[in-house]
């Protein structure tokens, strides 16, 4: 019994650190992954349960790999199951930062070093440019939204208002809708 | 207590982060500019690198962070703190996942912080814009020559290209972040 235990509980979190440590980016990267291994292969939750988690995920705070990860470990094995498949998912990104950290302290003085990671900067906030111009576009629907939107930016960017403030202010309109509406 | 303020600071981090990736930067960047961890070029690179290896931002900042404030220890308690709350929500939510989705008062709170998130996400790249494409020593003002001149002529470019080739073709962002090595390495 105990042995089952541990075997299953090595499984689960052997099966999140192959899913961390081979999904570059993490966030949404980490889904087809997960879909892969947690469904097809080990079939611990059905695709509809998956798309469900998926729908809940994206409302919840919180990191989206570590929320996946920790639920279907959940469903598994309880909370020792969410434990160690939070813990597998975590561990790779980790360890490398790790070791990277120490690279990169020891390189930063090199010139390629510097052209590369200026040339990756400038690449990233375009990247995350489209990002967000794609976002907008599928989330934005009705002016206020698109006012609450623009809002926020003006709070953060112009006025230093912590992000955290305009979140809650977000929740609190929402829930005025929610009032208003019910 | 260095320990307690990387647990205060990155289990709150954990706590906020709505809409995933790029829309936690803005948080992180507030915080790690009030305590003076690490230099807002650092955070760049950092997400830069995030690009390039396994796990989410967040975790690859607080493991960064952690280390160089306290060593493995701090990067430990940084890493661990940022994760809580995501474990302690998704096994709540696990438990009483059948009642949290039929919720109507949650799924319009949810309708609002949504377009927050998108604003988030725009700050971010005003943010990363600063220290990737804008000059540090630009003067200010709103004449056109002000504007023009704040702008690094080579490394707008390289974003000009990305931004452009990204919204026609939908490159994969490690290939993205390949090519605008190389496009750095040759011309900046």
Redesign the interface.
Known sequence: MIKEKIYESFEIFITFFKI??????????MLPLIEKEAVENKKWLNREEIL?MF??????????????S??IG??KAG?RG??FA?VGV?L???L???L??QL?LSLRDNI?VQ???????????????????R??KS??KGYI?????????I???FLNV???F??L???????L??LK?? | MIYFTLFKVFFIIGLFSFGGGYAIISLIQAEMEYYGWISSTEFADIIAISQMTPGPISVNTATYVGAGAAGILGATTATLSLVLPSFIIMVTVAHYFAQFKDSKAVEWILKGIRPVTIGLIFSAVVFLAETSILNPDSQSGFSLNAIISSFDFKSTLVFLLVFLSSLKFKPHPILVVVLSALIGLVIL
């Open positions: 961390g440590a081979f999904t570059l980016g993490g966030g949404y990267a469900d729908a809940i995920m994206q409302s919840l705070p919180g990191i989206i790999a570590v929320k996946s920790a639920f959940y469903k909370i969410a434990f939070a975590t790779p990104s980790f490398i930062i790790l990277i950290a990169l390629y052209k590369i990671f200026a040339g990756v900067r400038a690449g990233v906030t375009a990247l995350i440019l489209v990002t967000a111009i976002l907008a989330a934005l939204s698109i006012l609450i939107a623009i809002a926020s930016f709070l953060i960017v912590h992000p955290v305009t979140i202010i977000g929740g609190v309109l929402g829930f809708g929610y509406h019910k």
